[in-house]
């Protein structure tokens, strides 16, 4: 099993440019959920989804869209950057079986000049 | 409002010194907490959790209610525990929120 798998590992963006970080999971997990990670500031919850199909909100969702067409895949689409989502995003999935335990992947390294 | 509070940013130790690593929490319903590392390159991962009461790495946590605590211990702290530790609470179906994380540096 790969576990959780994120793309790209490092991306620079302009100011006002759009992109889509990918993130898809093997093990069949229904959870799935993106954060972001600033010193000081630890893991804030962005979105996340409980199954295809049903997303919603995290902590501070403004600025990224998400959508969950299979169980598999949970990309994260920044609409239009901004230095202020300069930051390392981590996507994770849990599920029951697991005792909810947070499986995440090895995290994007995002600047936005 | 749910919270999950770790008071210091930086703990450094000498090896085989005792660590504790802080972390409160507010939550209304019943809790559910984890304690996440981070060693350098590399994933975030678990480490261990309350309901387990189990000692991992020679850590262990035990939950507090009285005192809405969930501290981190370990009685000789080695070189190799030196990561970002994340205390992480579970707040009603999948959802999990996180601490703002410590940095424990262990000496030698």
């Known amino acids: 099993n790969a576990g959780v798998t994120q793309t790209p590992k490092f991306q620079v963006l302009k100011t006002g440019q759009s992109m889509t970080l990918q993130c898809a999971q093997d093990m069949n997990h229904e959870y799935m959920s993106w954060y972001r990670q600033d010193p000081g500031m630890g893991l804030r919850l962005i979105h996340y989804?409980?199954?295809?199909?049903?997303?919603d909100q995290g902590e501070v969702p403004n600025g990224y869209n998400v959508s969950r067409s299979t169980t598999e895949d949970f990309p994260l689409r920044l609409l239009s950057a901004a230095p202020s989502q300069t930051s390392v995003y981590f996507c994770?999935?849990?599920?029951?079986?697991?005792?909810?335990?947070?499986?995440f992947g090895p995290g994007t390294r995002l600047t936005v000049t | 409002a749910q919270r999950v509070t770790q008071p210091e940013k930086l703990l450094s130790v000498f090896k085989g010194a005792p660590v504790e690593l802080k972390c409160n929490y507010s939550y209304s319903g019943s809790p559910e907490l984890f304690w996440y590392v981070q060693y350098s390159r590399q994933r975030l991962q678990l480490l261990l959790r309350?309901?387990s009461r189990e000692s991992i790495k020679g850590f262990t946590a035990d939950l507090n209610k009285g005192e809405t605590s969930f501290h981190l211990k370990k009685p000789f702290a080695q070189e190799e525990d030196s990561a970002m530790y994340y205390c992480a609470l579970r707040i009603g179906g999948f959802k999990t929120i996180f601490g703002a994380g410590t940095r424990l540096f262990v000496k030698a």
């Open positions: 994770a999935s849990s599920s029951d079986r697991s005792g909810y335990e947070q499986y």
């Open positions: 989804s409980v199954g295809a199909g049903i997303t």
């Open positions: 309350h309901i």
